[in-house]
């Protein structure tokens, strides 16, 4: 950390005036990011409603080839809302929701959440068992599932436990325009909203802060994905935090939108940033580097939504004179790493970088509200950091048992308070949503979400993040359950014991995987056959690209692997016994890693 980053009284003090002709939207801002009451009528129905309201000729959604108005958008829900009603669907129903990104996703989300039914995002890169497993954890009653992803979900249909689930078919195409035909067995949702009324539903009334709104599925620390609870009252603490305290975008402005609709980042943070000033969203199907600038001179896009994963992939790109006088003039995302903000803020052009910190289960956010550099910004939630012994896996507990705040700049663990004003929603699981938290933490009886995520204080309520802890890692945007590929490698041929870990490759972010395997007695490393095993059971971001043989895995007490020695070592040969591979981008196979391919890799020699 630089002492740059730390942000005093005074520096603090000296950077609000720019900031004056915000004041009264950050004060509502914070008014929405503050209400206590979860039985409050506030919803996201009730967020697009006002929109629709107050810019109705405004375009609201736009692709290649559409642009919807903000009226059009909302009539466009409340048929959905009316068909789903007239299917059965009703307040707390679980719809599991399986499309790539375009409009029709969103406005089936939208008409959702104006039933106060609940929208189950399925991530649409799962295959096999890890998808069957996402359906059957949230037990929907309902699916609806895009052609593009039909051959995905036929592959598992047979494994779900609810075969009587009722079956809407999307069709691949403007299903404004065509509703296409479905498939035999399945319904078409589309045509089913053709002939609905336009008007708003009076469900979406009675929809309350304390509602489930998303169920999003997350990688949480062990095992297979977690599903966990976004509610309505979530969802409006970030319409507030980041639509009116973070962002201040209006009626004018477009909002370019590559990243995955199952994510928060997309269907909370940058949703609501968007409606919370009438601003479009230029959706696209997957981000392309070598589209991008193209793309923003087409929307005349005014901010982009962002991972620190898709900046680097911009920085890495030759310079081009579309990127030059662009129209872009602000960010919202995470990860945005120390390293490259400041070059990427340059080279760019961008003037306001909304980073964020928020976990799709936990109940605090930090936003770059006021735009410091290098932070994650500003929280109003009761939080502390706390010392953490990396060894042992664990916080450090004093004398009296009670936890140790950090000092200012140290590194530690973010905990967050569990109160009626940042209640912990938590998971589907209950026992998964208990062990999240900490009791006793500063007084007998206390409650505090564990983050699970390393952070450093660095003045006026403002943190910086450092990095992930225990059994998930992040790369390529994803986090990556270490258990879930343990369990892959463990049933490949001769594996008897498998840890997997995050490592980092310089001029990347985040960490890829890396394993350390013990084979069984006589067998030998096939590398070609082990990629193979490991594309076939994995996404791509989650298959590890080192691997390391080991003698003997050493445990703690409670049978946990020891990683932080593996982490240390990482694929550097000097500080590894025994043989190192890596897979190298674009190959098929594992190959010995000597000093030679260590000193490339270093050098940034492959782009991984």
């Known amino acids: 950390m630089s002492q740059a980053d730390l942000i005093s009284p005074f520096r603090f003090l000296a950077h609000l005036p720019q900031h004056l002709p915000r004041v009264p939207r950050m004060l509502r801002g914070l008014y929405y990011a503050g209400i206590r009451n979860r039985e409050k ?40 809302a009316w068909a789903f009603k007239a299917e059965g669907v009703r307040h707390g129903d679980v719809v599991a929701v399986m499309l790539e ?4 996703l969103l406005a089936i989300l939208a008409a959702l959440s104006k039933l106060g039914a609940v929208g189950a995002l399925i991530n649409t890169t799962q295959r096999g068992k890890v998808l069957a497993h996402s359906f059957n954890l949230v037990e929907p009653g309902f699916l609806v599932i895009g052609d593009e992803l039909l051959g995905a979900f036929e592959e598992i249909a047979a494994q779900l436990h609810n075969q009587q689930a009722k079956r809407y078919w999307i069709a691949d195409q403007d299903c404004l325009g065509d509703p296409g035909q479905a498939p035999d067995g399945w319904l078409n949702l589309m045509h089913l909203a053709a002939g609905q009324a336009q008007d708003n539903p009076p469900d979406s009334q009675h929809v309350r802060m304390k509602d489930a709104c998303f169920l999003i599925y997350t990688s ?27 962002l201040t975008l209006n009626e004018h402005d477009v909002l370019y939108l590559t990243l995955p609709c199952y994510h928060n980042n997309a269907v909370t943070v940058c949703w609501s940033a968007a409606l919370a000033g009438g601003a479009a969203i230029a959706l696209r199907r997957k981000f392309s580097a070598s589209a991008f600038w193209s793309d923003v001179a087409r929307y005349q896009a005014t901010c982009f939504g962002y991972i620190g ?17 662009n129209s872009l003039r602000c960010m919202i995302g995470n990860g945005l790493r120390p390293s490259i903000w400041a070059e990427f803020k340059q080279r760019f052009g961008v003037e306001q970088i909304t980073e964020f910190y928020a976990s799709s289960e936990g109940n605090i956010g930090f936003t770059n509200v006021f735009n410091f550099d290098n932070t994650v910004g500003y929280t109003p939630a009761t939080y502390a950091i706390v010392r953490y012994d990396l060894e042992n896996d664990r916080p450090v507990r004093g004398k009296k048992g009670f936890l140790q705040k950090a000092d200012k700049g140290e ?22 949503s208990e062990a999240a938290i900490l009791r006793d933490v500063f007084k007998k009886g206390d409650a505090w979400f564990n983050t699970g995520d390393l952070m450093r204080d660095i003045g006026c309520k403002h943190a910086q993040f450092v990095d992930r802890l225990g059994d998930t890692f992040r790369w390529k945007g994803e986090n990556v359950s270490t258990t879930e590929v343990e369990n892959v490698l463990g049933a490949f041929p001769g594996v008897e014991d498998a840890v997997v ?51 003997e895995v050493e445990t703690t007490g409670t049978f946990k692997y020891k990683k932080t020695d593996l982490k240390q070592a990482g694929y550097d040969p000097s500080k590894v016994d025994g043989p190192l591979y890596v897979r190298l981008p674009g190959s098929d196979s594992f190959q010995p890693l000597d000093g030679e391919l260590h000193a490339a890799i270093a050098r940034q020699a492959y782009r991984f």
């Open 101 to 104: 990104n375009r409009l029709e």
């Open 309 to 325: 994963e898709l900046c680097r992939y911009l920085l890495n790109q030759p310079e081009t004179d579309s990127e030059r006088n």
């Open 501 to 551: 870990y995050g490592v980092e490759i310089p001029g990347t972010n985040g960490r890829c995987g890396m394993a350390a395997l013990r084979l069984a007695p006589g067998c030998m490393l096939d590398g070609a056959a082990l990629a193979a095993h490991l594309d076939a059971e994995l996404p791509a971001y989650a298959a590890p690209l080192f691997v390391r043989l080991l003698g």
């Open 411 to 432: 590194a530690g663990l973010l905990i967050s308070e569990i109160s009626a004003k940042w209640p912990f929603d938590g998971y589907t699981d209950p026992a998964k």
């Open 220 to 246: 949480g620390t062990t095992g297979l994905p977690k599903a966990s609870i976004m509610s309505h009252g979530k969802w409006i603490k970030a319409y507030g935090g980041f639509g009116h305290s973070g």
């Open 41 to 80: 009528n506030l919803s996201l129905a009730w967020a697009l409603q006002r929109a629709a309201e107050r810019h109705p000729e405004r375009p609201a959604l736009m692709d290649e080839n559409r642009q919807l108005s903000y009226r059009a958008f909302n009539a466009w829900a409340n048929r959905l």
